[in-house]
């Protein structure tokens, strides 16, 4: 069985705050995948990243940046100088060999006031 | 604009009426998703397709019947739902499935769904 924990229900920081979004996850296979995405209010998952299992390089996109840490079994994502275009709802979602759907977290709701 | 487009964007319906959810996408993709996203739960995935095959059914009631009749199109049809389906449905797309090692899903807008 494969779960992802997303620990954090509503985070609310103000712009240019920096913020950290928790995903813990579970699961027996050795090769897996991790994501992150986004929900903007028109509802789409905007896709944000995509993690294997064996490449726990922390990955850095202009404002976003991930660490993946393999023996905390976490992937968190940070957001630095936020803004009011960054209020979402994101998804941490996991994928493995033997359950090859996403199983995705709860979702953390991110507000972003200016 | 993921290329994977879902209508109708909102639906009202009563609890005898029967309706259906339309998805298509024109990504090239094999594989087409039903997820259910209520107020407060994870998503919920609820059925899948690999090349028109149907090879999930995630215990979903008989009040939900899937249909693919090609690899860009999905239907999700309706009848005697319960206030308690309303929900935000979302329709998604990857190159295939199971298993599905790294490759992410596409997804639609969604089509908010609300029983009276």
């Known amino acids: 069985a494969q779960k992802v924990t997303q620990a954090q229900t509503e985070i609310s920081v103000v712009e240019k705050e920096d913020v950290t979004l928790d995903c813990v996850y579970e699961?027996?296979?050795?090769?897996?995948?991790l994501f992150w995405y986004k929900q903007p209010p028109s509802g789409e998952l905007v896709f944000l990243i995509r993690?294997?299992?064996?490449?726990?390089q922390n990955e850095i996109s202009g404002r976003y940046s991930w660490n993946f840490q393999k023996s905390t079994s976490s992937f968190n994502f940070t957001i630095t100088a936020s803004q009011v275009v960054d209020s979402a709802v994101y998804f941490c979602a996991l994928s493995g060999t033997s359950y090859g759907k996403l199983t995705f977290g709860q979702g953390t709701i991110l507000t972003v006031h200016p | 604009e993921t290329g994977v487009t879902q209508t109708p964007r909102h639906l009202v319906m009563g609890m005898t009426n029967k309706k259906s959810l339309k998805c298509e996408q024109h990504?090239?993709?094999?594989?087409m998703y039903w997820y259910k996203q209520s107020a407060k739960k994870p998503l919920e995935l609820m059925f899948v397709y690999n090349f028109k095959e149907q090879t999930e059914n995630n215990s979903v009631p008989s009040r939900f019947s899937p249909e693919c009749p090609n690899s860009s199109h999905l239907f999700l049809h309706l009848h005697t739902l319960q206030p308690e389906d309303s929900a935000l449905y979302l329709c998604?797309?990857?190159?295939?499935?199971?298993?599905?090692?790294?490759?992410?899903?596409?997804f639609g807008q969604g089509t908010r769904l609300t029983v009276v």
């Open positions: 699961t027996r296979d050795t090769t897996y995948y």
């Open positions: 998604a797309s990857s190159p295939q499935s199971a298993p599905l090692l790294g490759t992410e899903a596409f």
């Open positions: 990504l090239g993709h094999n594989a």
């Open positions: 993690r294997n299992s064996f490449d726990e």
